[in-house]
């Protein structure tokens, strides 16, 4: 099978790392990819938001099989636009992509299938929304409605605050577009996980669970970001959590969808908060999280194209898929500035180094090759750089194996978290 994955980040460099180990994949190519996914496929030139252009690219490289890593592609309808080519392609359909592009639609989703989640209000006038913070009080949660790269929430502390969130989305647009609409909802208390699901459209089969940081600073302090560094597995999900996720968010979604003509093909990534109430779902993404993919797929024991390509052909019943024991950890590096302006072009050193540490495999997240005094050098291409990913027995050992890795890594202009997976560290110091 050729086959192409559509990203650039770390998330993408763990599939190809992945897809390109499977027996049933003759050749792989990646759109755009990145100078870490160089080294597993052939990267293309091609934005991941370039619809038209992705479409002739697989036309070109008579691609079997595209999978698509973001959520912009398939909120954009790539998946319907392949499939119109005739291409088979992994992810929902811009209908069934509208969980995560919409968070209003999301919302009223969960409404209208007793979906577990937060008491919410949506809104498009900014003094309605106002006048609902002050009803509601706070501590208080204000959302862009659309695709914000995983910075458009805010946590506010008191009501100046939340008005102040209003502001910023509706009036001065920080998030552009996404804050012509915004969702006001209770801050709810708990442990937060990442649940992910294949699904076929009818059938859920689970994959493990992880935590990832999405705070810039240590002691989960700071602006949110895309997400600084994850671990798996999830203490806080044991298998009778996982059942009750299953039973009261995973399955009536799958259902709800198809329900509503709208069948959901693709990963489903539940973010929860572990309430003392049971789980809440706070958001749906469509597609695999970036970085908990990263820790996924180092613990992914089995062939993961022909599961991807049974949830295409709704044939997920009776499949099974096996993992490693092992626990990982995966932290991020981030370019200087990053959540805000991040400092590209840097070089950066080390990455051998950091390879060969044991357990250690180093994702490039935005990276680039580059000839600078004629030497062959990487640099920093974007926000989050590298997903430094190590496993080991224990969240404790993944976590010094991955530290070890970063520090082999030889790049001032970069930064990392020096806490990630603290909550399982501590819990397993504690046993
Ligand atoms: P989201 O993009 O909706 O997942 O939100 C980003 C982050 O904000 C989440 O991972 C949570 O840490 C936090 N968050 C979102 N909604 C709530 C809420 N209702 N209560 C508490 N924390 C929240
Ligand atoms: N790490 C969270 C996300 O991918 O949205």
């Known amino acids: 099978m050729r086959v192409m994955v559509v990203g650039g980040g770390g998330r993408e460099h763990a599939l190809c790392w992945g897809l390109g180990a499977s027996p049933l994949c003759s050749a792989l ?31 070109k490289e008579k691609i079997d099989f595209v999978i698509v890593g973001p959520e912009a592609p398939l909120v954009a309808g790539l998946v319907d636009r392949l499939a119109a080519a005739g291409i088979k392609s992994f992810g929902p359909t811009a209908k069934a992509a509208r969980l995560e592009g919409s968070k209003a639609f999301m919302k009223d989703f969960f409404n209208r299938h007793c979906i577990p989640t937060a008491a919410y209000g949506r809104f498009t006038d900014a003094a309605k929304a106002k006048a609902f913070i002050d009803q509601k009080g706070a501590p208080i949660v204000v959302k862009a409605d659309g695709l914000a790269a995983g910075k458009g929430v805010i946590l506010c502390e008191d009501i100046a605050e939340a008005h102040a969130a209003v ?40 994959l493990v669970a992880a935590q990832d940081h999405k705070a810039v600073g240590d002691g989960d302090t700071g602006p949110n970001t895309g997400g600084m560094g994850a671990y798996s597995p999830a203490p806080i999900i044991d298998a009778g959590m996982q059942t009750r996720i299953m039973a009261e968010v995973i ?7 198809a329900a509503e003509g709208a069948p959901f093909k693709g990963v489903l990534f539940a973010g929860l908060m572990i309430t003392k109430d049971g789980p809440k779902t706070l958001e749906f993404n469509v597609r695999f999280g970036d970085p908990e993919c990263e820790v996924l797929m180092a613990r992914l024991k089995s062939d993961l194209l022909p599961a991807l390509i049974a949830a295409v052909d709704g044939q997920l019943k009776n499949f099974d898929l096996r993992w490693r024991d092992e626990a990982a950890v995966a932290v991020i590096m981030a370019a200087e500035g990053y959540p805000g302006t991040p400092k590209n072009g840097t070089i950066i050193a080390g990455l051998d180094a950091a390879a060969k540490v044991e357990g250690v495999t180093v994702f490039h997240a935005g990276t680039k090759a580059e000839l600078r005094d004629g030497k062959a050098v990487i640099v920093a291409n974007g926000g989050r750089v590298l997903a430094v990913t190590a496993t080991g027995k224990t969240v404790t050992e993944a976590q010094a194996r991955a530290y070890r890795g970063v520090d082999a890594i030889r790049w001032p202009e970069g930064f990392c978290r020096r806490d990630i997976g603290w909550r399982a560290v501590a819990r397993e110091q504690k046993s």
């Open 29 to 59: 190519f990646c759109a755009p990819g990145n100078a870490g996914i160089a080294d597993v496929a052939t990267c293309l030139p091609v934005n991941s938001d370039d619809l038209a252009g992705l479409v002739a690219a697989a036309q």
């Open 251 to 257: 399955m009536p979604t799958v259902r709800g969808m």
């Open 167 to 206: 502001d910023s989305m509706m009036t001065d647009k920080i998030f552009g577009a996404a804050g012509n609409e915004i969702v006001v909802e209770e801050f709810l208390e708990g442990e937060e996980a990442s649940f992910f699901a294949l699904v076929d459209g009818a059938v859920a089969l689970p």
